[in-house]
């Protein structure tokens, strides 16, 4: 199921779907990831971090890396690594949904 | 901010100052990752949190290599194998080229082929493709020979060296070989069927079937020992394509020669021109057959490389599977 496919990363995967969304707008290098999560989702991810969830993106083909430049490699979301942030966005989509009815705010 | 975006110039520690953390990490994961880690830590201050959060990585890492590592190994060892195979398969190649080049060096073949364009025409397409596929085998192979020579420097690996001067060794050993009998049939000028030229040849077979494994042992060894980047082996994967195609191609057109002929020019096909005065045909199927087994082993190493290459990038699993 492609939505649950961040759920078998444990710790990684709530970095993983802040990386999935950083690359949605561009490729971008581990550097300009760490700059533009820390942007729009107000997280700092450690280096250890984010190369744990790196690794693990590219080794299920949901990200792919691009030549290297110099010593920094830019990092792309595959079009199976935009499916699975689609259906994970929709997930959170559905829950804020439920959740703000619920509090009688939507 | 885009990938092309250059981080700001940092005064903290560089990589050096933090590669004891970097070496915590699995060497193969280093190999791939290590660069940009180091890039990354190198342009942001090294907290205690960001220490804790590297030896947390490294921890994870070690723990669970094939997961974070899985394709890209895969990957990366199936593209070394093909360009390993592929040089096998050249090699193999060229001793049958160079035995064709040998059964045919009386004049009457070139005369032969001057008269009849099927025999000049295949016999040029031979040629031909040896060279598009040493260009490819050079352009695929020797990025990767230099990398491999450089990593072997840096790490003081002096086995790695070694085991590239075996077809430069090897090399020599067959042109000294070559040099030494020619002197000796000079001098004496044996017979076709004696038994100092009988020695002669079966020497030569010897000093080169020799040469020619040593040669792809060693590449072979090397090869294995050396942690090669992706993309060199990415061209050096193209590049096997290209020179499978090509001894493909030069196989197709040596049959053709053999049968243009023995169309064209029965006499000369049936004459005694094979190694040692022995018939012509039996000399040319021997160095079809050594064709075949190069074209073979060329063609499936380069469609393993192929379906490495078209399906690695977006579907690794799949194309790894």
Redesign the interface.
Known sequence: MVGAELEGLGRFSDPSLLILSSLSAEPKHGYAITKDIEAFGGVSLGPGTLYGALSRLESRGLIEALPAEERRRPYRLTSRGAQVLAAQLRGLQSFAATGLARLGTA | ?????R?PVSDEPGPEAVSPLLRLYPAV?RE??G???????A??PLSL??A???????W??NCNLS??????SAMTSRLRSTAVTTFTAWVVFCVAVGGLSKTTEEPAFGHAALGHPGLGVSYAVVQGAFVVALLAVLVGGLPLAYVALRQAWRRRDAAVGRLFLVPVLAAASVAAYVLVAKRATDLTSPGVHSGLNIAIFVGLVTVGGAATVGTVVAIRVAAHRTELPL?LLRLAGWAAAIAAGAISMGVVALTGYGWALSTDDPALFHSANGMLATPLPASLLAILAIGFVAAGTADRAAVRGLRVLRGG?????EALG
Do not use: K
């Not at chain 2, 901010?1 to 975006?5: D, G, R």
């Not at chain 2, 804790?52 to 490294?58: T, W």
């Not at chain 2, 997961?67 to 890209?72: A, K």
């Open positions: 901010m885009s990938a092309h975006a981080p994961w791939r990752y660069d940009e880690l180091a890039d990354l830590l342009n942001r949190r960001d804790v959060d590297l030896v947390r990585g490294a994870d890492a997961d974070l590592m899985g394709g890209w993309e990038s977006d579907q690794p699993q």
